[in-house]
């Protein structure tokens, strides 16, 4: 059975940094796209970064310069390097792939439980 695992979250005060990784195990084939999602109090939830199998990335506006996506493929990780950290990204962050099992060789979206991360002015 395959399963992401968030971690990394947090307390941090405003301008500080958090590193978040999330970590899918199980009997993969392959992991495709990856992303971070967050969700905060009352809101939808909404792509903070994506990265490809290849390492493309892409980032929504709110966080360019300041976070940083990447992977190891190897280890079947993903992490979010979050720096110059602003109260309102405060919220849960959820890691999510599109993973190929190898029991189905089919992909299926995935998502982890969720970290939270609170950022104090």
């Known amino acids: 059975q395959v399963q992401l695992v968030e971690s990394g979250g947090g307390l941090v005060q405003a301008g500080g940094s958090l590193r978040l990784s999330c970590a899918a195990s199980?009997?993969?084939?392959?992991?495709?796209?990856m992303a971070w999602y967050r969700q905060a109090p009352g809101k939808q939830r909404e792509l903070v970064a994506i990265i490809t199998s290849g390492g493309s990335t892409n980032y929504a506006d709110s966080v360019k310069g300041r976070f940083t996506i990447s992977r190891d493929n190897a280890k079947n990780t993903m992490y979010l390097q979050m720096n110059s950290l602003k109260p309102e990204d405060t919220a849960v962050y959820y890691c999510?792939?599109?993973?190929?099992?190898?029991?189905?060789?089919?992909?299926?979206?995935?998502w982890g439980q969720g970290t939270q991360v609170t950022v104090s002015s």
């Open positions: 999510n792939a599109n993973i190929v099992p190898f029991t189905t060789r089919s992909e299926y979206r995935y």
């Open positions: 199980g009997t993969i084939f392959s992991i495709n796209a």
